[in-house]
């Protein structure tokens, strides 16, 4: 079933995003998902997305971070797409090099992400990677392409979480297409938003920073995840928003294997 179409599933801590229909990519670009469905991690998978999903016979390939929404996709798959073929990947199924003290205890979302910088950053020159979803991840394509590791924070939904355990305080909100928030709230809940934004955003800037400074040469630096593409436009002209990048390092790799 090696020639039949790809899925790659993405699964998260709190959402789970599958994409479809890749198309060949533009020069110097990635193959990107035609089609993409998301769902809450975590629960049963909604009985409508059998109607979205391709008729024929299709290879799932699946990187995840969540293990009973892995057990839950593949409980769905096997009564409802028995004769596809899936595969939960490993570090081990992508062209990566992983420079870590435990490759197999990587985040495969981090990994997947990677494979796509490595396709899409100049040759010797490195990448940092920044995913916003549950955790902020700021993490290091050294310019031979491997994955030197990098930093976890926690964004913004697990922070106001935090924050909302507190007698007094609200659950601030911020969702994806929303502008900046002032830096200087007028309210409660504005305050927290403008630590929740500016206060990830200053962690990220310091962590570029410092990374920059061991390098010999500057970074290339790519947004990604669900929470606020806004980011991107914090860290500088040359940072760069790429949309489904973990789905789209999981059919580069796919492409390649």
């Known amino acids: 079933m090696s020639d039949s179409p790809l899925i790659a599933v993405d699964i998260g801590n709190s959402s789970t995003k599958i994409g479809w229909g890749f198309g060949p990519p533009a020069a110097g670009g990635l193959p990107t998902p035609g089609e993409t469905k998301s769902f809450v991690t975590g629960q049963p998978l909604p009985d409508t997305l059998r109607n979205f999903l391709p008729k024929q016979g299709c290879r799932w390939q699946i990187a995840s971070v969540h293990r009973e929404g892995t057990r839950l996709l593949q409980s769905w798959l096997e009564a409802n797409r028995p004769r596809d073929e899936v595969c939960v990947l490993t570090h081990c199924e992508l062209p990566l090099v992983v420079r870590v003290e435990f490759p197999d205890r990587v985040g495969l979302d981090r990994l997947a992400a990677a494979v796509a910088a490595n ?68 309210s409660t809940e504005g305050a927290i938003r403008s630590g929740l934004f500016w206060g990830a ?28 593409r806004q980011l991107a436009e914090q860290f500088g002209g040359d940072a760069r928003y790429v949309p489904n990048m973990v789905l789209s390092g999981i059919a580069v790799a796919a492409a390649r294997g």
């Open 201 to 228: 955003v200053g962690a990220a800037r310091e962590i570029i920073s410092r990374v920059t400074a061991q390098l010999d040469r500057p970074p290339e630096i790519y947004v990604t995840g669900g929470d606020l």
């Open 119 to 186: 396709a899409l950053r100049r040759p010797g020159s490195p990448a940092i990677v920044i995913d916003a979803g549950s955790a902020i991840t700021v993490d290091l394509v050294a310019g031979d392409g491997a994955f030197e590791g990098g930093v976890i924070l926690p964004g913004f939904q697990m922070s106001a979480q935090a924050l909302f355990g507190a007698d007094l305080l609200p659950l601030a909100q911020l969702a994806p297409n929303d502008e900046p928030p002032p830096i200087i709230g007028r």
